[in-house]
């Protein structure tokens, strides 16, 4: 069974910092790019950062910057280290693994970013 489980959301004032990980399980990990998404209330779901499986970064205009991605492969895991964090930021945010063409999606985790 293929689980994606993210953690580490929550609550921060604008100008704050969280980091948001995604524990994997059920999958070669090491085999599959892994990104996160997120999505705003009432929102489409936007494309955030991706890794690639040789550590390739790509990053959305909106938080190229503020926000790095990494994987640690022994521990089945990819983070999300934000900061600099905007009201904007705000959504539920997701991490998606792919190997095309199968990919799998986590629940999501709540950031939400407030004074």
């Given at each position: ?63 190229k910057g ?50």
């Amino acid at each position: 069974q293929v689980q994606l489980v993210e953690s580490g959301g929550g609550w921060v004032q604008p100008g704050g910092s969280l980091r948001l990980s995604c524990a994997v399980s059920g999958i070669a990990f090491r085999l599959y790019t892994m990104a996160w998404y997120r999505q705003a209330p009432g929102k489409q779901r936007e494309w955030v950062a991706e890794i690639t499986i040789t550590r390739n970064t790509n990053y959305a205009d909106s938080v190229k910057g503020r926000f790095t991605i990494s994987r640690e492969n022994a521990k089945n895991t990819v983070y999300l280290q934000m900061n600099s964090l905007k009201p904007e930021d705000t959504a539920v945010y997701s991490c998606n693994a792919r190997l095309a063409p199968t990919e799998y999606w986590g629940q999501g985790t709540q950031v939400t970013v407030s004074s």
